[in-house]
């Protein structure tokens, strides 16, 4: 029997620190994080670069992963069709996935676990859609951390005039549909699977969270506390995707959330307040 591939997917809203969860843990021992895989089924992975600068083709990690070069437009097609918000009702249901959408995955996070020599995926892509295609795999042994972190953080990041920004209402409206859908796909289709961690406690509680997540998975957490209690930068590595943050070389672990400071009151009031139920849910405070 194949071995499974062990995956440790991130899902959750954008703007909630999954790019910075997912670099925090390519520091544990035994695992390599490699940014939103789910980018790889969009536009031409030709052309596409890795977060050191050089396209995939030259990267001297990307390279070496030979089912990216022979990966179909379909295959691709397929893929963005299976991961998109408004197929996520279908696994409700017996869905069976294409195979060539399982091949691929199968073969992919084989190959990296292989060519990296290391025992865990960290796949930051996300999708809830993804998280339910990837269940579905039978080779693949998922576990996922849902991300969530207050409104008012997530409003204030989109009102950044970086990658996509979003306005007060647009953001919230996204913000109610991702985690109210992550809530439901927790406790159902993925229930047991996944660990629910707020962004405020990564940032106030380190130790805290990172020993929930060693106990829910099988990963060494140790040196990621060590290099957060010492201050040491944290290799961005080469992934895939992500946020302004993958431009960089290496990361700081920082306890401070800037919208406490910068959000304008008023903001801070709608933002709340038309996010209420989960804020609710989640504990979060006016
Ligand atoms: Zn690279």
């Not at 439901?184 to 940032?203: A, C, P, W």
Request: charged share 20%; proline share 2%.
């Amino acid at each position: 029997m194949q071995k499974k591939s062990k995956i440790l997917y991130i899902m959750g809203a954008g703007r909630s620190g999954s790019t910075a969860l997912s670099v925090f843990l390519g520091a544990a021992k035994s695992a390599i994080q490699v940014g939103e895989l789910t980018q790889l089924n969009h536009g031409n992975l030709a052309v596409s670069q890795c977060s050191c600068g050089s396209l995939l083709s030259d990267c001297i990690c990307w390279s070496q992963i030979s089912c990216l070069k022979s990966l179909e437009q379909e295959t691709q097609e397929r893929a963005r069709t299976l991961e998109k918000h408004i197929n996520i009702f279908k696994y409700f249901f017996a869905y069976k996935l294409p195979s060539c959408y399982q091949n691929f995955h199968e073969e992919l996070f084989s190959e990296i676990l292989q060519h990296c020599d290391q025992e865990r995926v960290i796949d930051s892509s996300k999708y809830i859609g993804r998280a339910l295609a990837l269940n579905k795999c039978d080779n693949l042994d998922v576990k996922y951390i849902y991300l969530v972190r207050d409104p008012r953080g997530v409003i204030h990041s989109f009102a950044k005039n970086v990658q996509t920004s979003r306005g007060l209402m647009s953001a919230c409206i996204y913000y109610n549909l991702v985690n109210f859908t992550a809530e439901i796909i927790s406790r159902t289709l993925l229930k047991n699977k996944v660990l629910k961690v707020k962004y405020e406690d990564l940032l106030n509680d380190p130790k805290s969270v990172f020993q929930n997540i060693a106990n829910f998975t099988d990963l060494d957490c140790i040196s990621i506390l060590t290099k957060i209690q010492t201050e040491q930068f944290f290799d961005i590595g080469h992934i895939i995707g992500g946020n302004r943050l993958a431009k960089k070389a290496s990361i700081q672990f920082q306890s401070h959330d800037g919208w406490c400071d910068e959000l304008p009151l008023f903001k801070r009031w709608i933002g709340y307040f038309l996010t209420f139920p989960l804020n609710l849910l989640n504990r979060y405070k006016l």
